[in-house]
Every structure is written in C-alpha cells, then in structure tokens.
C-alpha cells in the first residue's frame, strides 16, 4: 500500500501539526524508556518504536499522519500476532509490554492534536513504570528518571508555546516542580507502612535464566557462562579493613553422585546434626565473617568463603557445609555468614565413605589403569593427591573457555587425547579418578576470587566467577580442598575470571577478539575508575533504596521512635506532616506573590501621584494603557519613559510568570520619573 493510500496529504485542508520544540522534548523523554526495553523485551519491539519516532519527525512537517481505522487495525492485529510469535503466548509481563510498546508506536504515528499529544504524554509516563518492572536497576532508573522529568518537560513546552528564547524557561520550571515534590516523596518513602518486600520486583518467568548454578555439572555448563557480567553477589568483611588471605573460594553447593564427567547434588540437602556441628566447631579457630548482598536467582543457593561453619536465618547449613534457603530467592537478600578457613576434620561415617567412592560401571579400563597406577606407586592419599595434580602438570593440559563438546562418558577423550578444559572439566575429572584410587572425593561448585572495589570497600562476584573444585578426604585433616584447575592455570586460583584472562592475553598466553583500541580503554584508569564509581552507586542503591522493606523500616521507625504505631496511626501521621508541609508551601508561594504584587503597586501608585503633580491626574475608571496613551499628550517630555512604566506594569500585573528583572527595571524607571518630574 503506498504512502499516498495510507496517509493522504490535502493541499487545501491540513492537520494542525504538533510543534516541533514539544515533540522534540517527547521524542527525547520517549527514547530513554527504549533501555530496559532492548534488555527485556524481544529486539524488534524497540526497533519498531525507534522506527515509529524517527518516521514521526518526518512526517509532522509534511501534515502526514496515520489516518484511516482500517490500516490502524490491520497494524494492531499484526503486531499482536508478531508478539504471539515471538513469545509464544499473550500471557505474562513481556507479552503486555510489547503489546503496549506497540499501541504506544501507532499512537505516535497518528497524533495530530493538542488532546492527542496528552495522551502520548501520559502513555510515556505509563511507560516508564512498565520500565521499572522490567528492570530496577541503578542505570535503568536514572533513563527512567531523566524519562520523567522529560515528558513533564514537553508538556510545560507544549503550553508556553515555541517562542524565542523559550528553551531553558520548561527546564527550570520542571527543576522546580521535582524539588518541591522531593522532600513528600522522600516522606513517603521512609514512613509509608510496606509489605516485607523492597522496591526490587521481577515479573519475567526467564529472569533467573543466566545463573550458573544447578542441581547437575556437565562438561560446558561453566564455560558457557565466562562472558557473563551478571552479578551474582556483593561481599564485605565487617569489622576487619584486609582482605581474606589466600583464595576466595566462594562455597555454593557439593555434589556427591559421580556420572563420569557428570556430577549431581543431593535433590533434598540434609541439614547437619546438632552432634556433627560439635564436632566441628573444634576446628574453627580461623573465622572470618561476611555480609553477603545476593542478587535474586530463582534456587536457594546461598554462598560463604569456604567453608561456613554457622547457618544464617531463613537457611540450614546442610550436609557437605553449604548453605541452602529455606525459601526461593527471588529477591536481593542480605546475610552475614561465619567461615572457618581450615579443613572440615571430620571423621566419615561408613554410608558417606560408600558413597564418596561409588564410580560408574562405565568408566573405561585405560582410565581405571591410570589411577590405579597412583596406587600401586604410593598407597598414601596425598601422595595419590600429589601424583594427579603431577600428572595434569606435566602432560601437557590446557585451560580453555571453548575447550570443545564433551560428553558424560569422555573421561578417556579428555584424558588421553584432548586434554583441554575449563574449570568443571578438571574438577569432574580429578574427583572421579581420586574415587578410582580409592580416596573418597566430591565436586564442588560455588565461585572463584571478586572484582575489589576501593570506593565501596566491596567485593563484585559475577556469574562469570562461577568455578568447581574438589575436595578429598585424607585421614589427618578430613576433608580437603584440592583446585586440579590451579595446576593447569595457576594464576586462576589468585584472581578473579576476568582478570586472568586480562593479565593472560597480556602476557601473551591468550588470545583476544577485542580490538586493541578497546581493550587499552577498558585497562585506562579514568574508565576503571568511572566503572568502580558506577557499581558503588548501583550497590548503594541496591542496598538502601531497594532493600527498604517492612524489616529496615521498622529498624528505622524503632530509631526514630515511631515502632509499633501500627499501620493505620502512621498512615494517619504521614497525611497530617504532609498537610502541614503543603500548607506551609502554599503559604510560603502566596506570601511571596503577595510581596511581589504589593510592590508593583505601591510602585506604579507612586508613579500616578508624580504624574498628576506634573499636571496628568488618572481618572479612577482608566486602565493602565489608556491612562499612558493621556499621560503621553499631557507631558511629552517624559512620553517615552511613560510608556515603559506602563508597558512593564502590565507584564508584571497580567504576565503568568514575569521575569524577576523586569520588577527590578520598573523600579528604577519609576525613581527615574519621579527624579525628572
């Protein structure tokens, strides 16, 4: 269908268009709703809105416009079908986004009129709470934020009008119209009874879907995740100024069934006895405690050095010394945790022993022979230990995050021939073989080093930190953790993912797809420092704004000593300070109108009192121009100055905001009348 078809132009009879200074003013507020946007929502549904605003530009000049009811509908039912394709159902927070995304892209093309242009005003706004529910994040909100601000902007611009100079005026007022609104939103805030929930809300069913954390290890499953920047947890250390000494091995979850190059958790985790946790705190001489700050996943893995010796609320401290939540986490949830950095010294039961050393029947006899030729060599454990961690030395295995496709049953493929691997593929392989020699041994899985940051005095854990380990049981220390990986990489151990990979293709022992203009400004320290200054803000904000639910707040209430009111007074108390605070505003606005206005007529009655001294007395029924019009005849020598006295008087009378230098200038020219008189 042509353009002429859809969106005829009459030469004789034209739309009133919109004005182009407000639709600029929109078309800026409206793009920075597209970020969540583009993170969330399938990728043609912002390129349409893109599309639809660059396509508005052009058209609004031309008195072009979306017209006809039928070609409205036929786009709208292509849309709805196109989002049904995409996602596969109508039902859920994408789906109804895009959907409005798209209404919202239609609307713009067919606005024309004042009312038209409210609308869009307001779908805009609509908009930016959409986006806030896609994502709450610290960018998102500022875009979201600056979104706001910017459609009240257009729609101040919309009723001044385009005229000269008229730009910064919208911005001012704007500025001025969310400061006075700040100090009732900050109070409503801090004081509004909530539910036991933050500001952190997730509506999307595939939220949790970048995790590197489940029930099963399979050769790829962390590898596919080392170019992830999620974020998978904050940590600090209260109360102590250093780092941890050694490794950060961030304990997650331990896995007993071996399948291979396979292994699984337990489907239930087993809480430990009372007796058992006795018996271990007799090694917990060295502890450390952390305050944890968990990004929501949608599991309930919780993490703690290795390993924690103590369960925090809301979780146990299951068998293998990892926590498990109660609850699903699909919040941010905040925790302190105490690890004891030694070796668990426990004895095994006999169940445990079976299984720490159950193999599967389908274990290949080249790879049996090999760990059994550790065993014949030196019976000891940790001479069996030594000589596996020799054997990975010395026969030539790479670290590689595309190692290849490995299956379950490949233990002779990766041992024999390959031999090249990530993290999982050395934790699975050397636990299976310490089985094979009969040391009873399990994996691992949890998170490796932290990005340190100097301005927030944190750690930065992302998904991409995401490591397995092994862990043997030797006869004087218990269990005992052994990295195969730090064999192969030995620098892994000491740094965070990322920066081993830095300081490997540095060095040279890596290669690197980024071009080298870009990787010499992500190791520039302006933006390394502009990147810690983002994270500690978006940590801040995490941690003060979204993490206020019912439990901070009454914290903060039992502080200010407003706990236990119960709802129904605090609310009551909230509406009586914000009364008083509008009052007091109004009071303040009128009185400073009042002052104003009592000065330009104290001023311009003076002016007539001059006046009809010199002879041009004002009649009580003449308006300001008639009565300069008179003056003018009557006392041509001050005719000009007569003029502008009345000119200003008036503007400042009946203008809707004057400007404060025009108060200034009737002043002076009223003095300057009475001078010359």
């Not at 989002?83 to 109508?90: Q, R």
């Not at 203009?517 to 941690?543: M, V």
């Not at 300001?624 to 000119?647: G, K, N, T």
Request: net charge positive; glycine share 6%; aromatic share 12%.
């Amino acid at each position: 269908m042509s353009m002429s078809m859809s969106m005829n132009r009459s030469g004789s009879k034209r739309d009133r268009s919109i004005p182009r200074r407000p639709l600029l003013w929109l078309a800026a507020a409206l793009l920075f709703t597209l970020p969540p946007m583009f993170g969330s929502l399938v990728r043609w549904v912002p390129c349409v809105f893109l599309l639809a605003l660059a396509m508005k530009f052009w058209m609004e000049p031309r008195g072009y416009r979306l017209r006809f009811a039928t070609l409205k509908l036929m786009l709208a039912a292509m849309g709805l079908f196109a989002i049904f394709a995409s996602y596969g159902s109508l039902k859920g927070i994408e789906p109804g986004i895009s959907l409005l995304v798209v209404l919202v892209s239609l609307k713009v093309l067919e606005a024309h009129t004042a009312r038209e242009f409210q609308v869009m005003v307001l779908m805009g706004w609509v908009l930016c709470l959409c986006g806030f529910f896609l994502s709450q994040d610290f960018v998102i909100a500022l875009c979201l934020l600056t979104a706001f601000a910017l459609l009240l902007v257009a729609l101040i611009q919309f009723y001044r009008g385009s005229s000269p100079g008229a730009f910064w005026p919208p911005l001012g007022t704007t500025g001025k119209i969310l400061l006075q609104a700040a100090p009732l939103i900050i109070l409503l805030f801090v004081l509004f009874p909530r539910i036991n929930t933050g500001l952190r809300v997730d509506f999307r069913a595939n939220r949790f879907a970048s995790t590197g954390f489940s029930d099963r290890l399979s050769p790829g499953s962390i590898a596919a995740l080392a170019n992830s920047s999620e974020i998978a947890f904050r940590a600090e250390f209260p109360g102590s100024t250093a780092t941890p000494p050694g490794s950060m091995y961030w304990r997650g979850v331990v896995m007993w069934h071996c399948d291979g190059m396979e292994w699984r958790a337990p489907y239930v985790p087993v809480s430990i006895s009372s007796r058992d946790r006795g018996t271990r705190q007799r090694f917990t001489n060295n502890t450390i405690r952390q305050r944890i700050t968990l990004a929501p996943h949608g599991a309930r893995w919780m993490f703690a050095l290795d390993r924690p010796f103590e369960s925090t609320p809301g979780a146990i401290l299951a068998r293998g010394d990892y926590l498990w939540s109660v609850q699903t986490i699909r919040k941010a949830r905040r925790y302190e945790v105490v690890s004891s950095l030694g070796a668990a010294g426990k004895d095994l039961t006999p169940g445990e022993r079976r299984e720490a050393l159950e193999v599967p029947p389908s274990i290949s006899p080249a790879v049996r022979e090999l760990a059994q030729s550790w065993t014949t060599q030196n019976p000891n454990p940790r001479a069996i230990v030594n000589s596996a961690l020799q054997f990975f030395q010395a026969q030539g295995f790479r670290y590689s995050l595309t190692p290849g496709e490995y299956r379950k049953n490949d233990l002779e493929q990766f041992l024999f021939h390959r031999r090249v691997g990530f993290c999982e593929h050395y934790a699975a392989t050397f636990a299976t073989l310490m089985r094979l020699a009969g040391v009873p041994a399990r994996v691992v899985v949890g998170y490796l080093g932290g990005e340190y940051n100097d301005l927030g005095h944190f750690f930065l854990v992302r998904q991409a930190d995401t490591h397995a380990w092994c862990e043997v049981c030797l006869p004087d220390s218990g269990w005992t953790r052994v990295d195969p990986t730090a064999a192969v990489a030995p620098g892994r151990a000491s740094l965070d993912l990322h920066s081993f990979l830095e300081r490997s293709i540095a060095s040279g022992q890596m290669e690197t797809r980024r071009g080298g203009f870009f990787t010499q400004l992500a190791r520039s320290a302006l933006f390394t420092n502009a990147r810690l200054a983002l994270e500690t803000l978006s940590y801040e904000w995490d941690t003060r704004v979204l993490a206020f639910d019912a439990d901070v707040q009454d914290v903060l209430l039992d502080s200010m000593g407003l706990a236990n009111r119960g709802p129904l007074v605090l609310i009551i108390e909230i509406l009586i300070v914000a009364i008083a605070l509008l009052v007091i505003y109004f009071g303040w606005m009128q009185l400073q109108t009042r002052s104003r206005a009592d000065q330009v007529k104290a001023s311009y009655e003076r002016f007539c009192r001059t006046a009809a001294r010199l002879g041009a007395r004002r009649d009580p029924w003449e308006g300001p121009s008639d009565f300069s019009r008179r003056a003018a005849l009557l006392l041509p020598d001050q005719s000009e100055r007569i003029r502008q006295i009345s000119d200003i008087y008036i503007a400042l009378r009946y203008a809707p905001e004057p400007a404060g230098v025009a108060l200034d200038r009737f002043m002076k020219e009223v003095r300057a009348f009475a001078v010359h008189r």
